[in-house]
């Protein structure tokens, strides 16, 4: 079975500035997906970024990108020019390429809160 | 609005007593997952169902059930509730073969 690991419980960055969130995962499986979600206060779960695996280029959005290290199993998320409004719960998660039984659910990890402070 | 509707937003209820929680997914995808989230846990995984069927189950347990209807609206059924059952209860849909799901907005159980 997949895992999805967040090493990182709680992260602080000041606003305006980068700050790095860290990811690994563990997988048997050669195409699969790879996620960000943001949960904010409200308690919406929001997708800010995905990675498939078979690309090689790390996927940006706009102030987000990711640097997606397969041999590793690692995928860590970067957000640029930091503001208030990216404090939030960060989820990774993971999606198996397949879609038979149990595969195309998403597995998530424990979490990273980001605080923003001015 | 993320498209996927979820009912009702809040809902608290006694122990042993059995809700019924409604998810309409977005326009178009056939795929619906239910997922948990414990106070400051992370999700887990409870049920898919794909186009009306059952297609995957995950950590439910078996007081639990849920069902997709012909419109692709699913329920999910929480039975002789305890307290620990208390947690934030999501609804995602997905496009079967594609990779992006959405998100609802939750349905916030509290039993007491």
């Known amino acids: 079975a997949q895992t999805v690991t967040q090493s990182q419980p709680e992260m602080s960055v000041q606003e305006a500035e980068t700050v790095t969130l860290s990811c690994t995962y563990d997988t048997s499986e050669s195409d699969y997906y790879l996620f960000w979600y943001k949960q904010p206060p409200s308690r919406q779960m929001i997708l800010v970024i995905r990675q498939e695996a078979y690309k090689q280029q790390n996927a940006t959005e706009n102030r987000f990108s990711v640097n997606f290290q397969k041999a590793a199993k690692s995928f860590s998320l970067k957000i640029s020019d930091s503001q208030l409004g990216d404090a939030a719960m960060y989820f990774c998660a993971y999606r198996s390429a397949l879609n038979t039984g149990t595969a195309s659910k998403l597995t998530f990890g424990t979490g990273t809160r980001l605080q923003v402070t001015l | 609005d993320s498209g996927v509707t979820q009912t009702p937003k809040h809902l608290i209820t006694a122990t042993g007593q059995r809700v019924t929680l409604r998810c309409s997914p977005r326009s178009g995808d056939l795929s619906v997952y239910w997922y948990q989230q414990s106070l400051d846990q992370g999700l887990q995984f409870l049920i898919q169902?794909?186009?009306?069927?059952?297609?995957a189950k995950g950590n439910i347990l078996e007081r639990f059930s849920a069902q997709q209807f012909p419109d692709l609206h699913s329920e999910l059924n929480l039975s002789s509730l305890e307290l620990g059952d208390s947690a934030l209860y999501f609804c995602a849909s997905s496009v079967m073969k594609g990779n992006g799901y959405t998100f609802g907005s939750g349905t916030r159980l509290t039993v007491v």
């Open positions: 169902y794909y186009n009306g069927e059952e297609r």
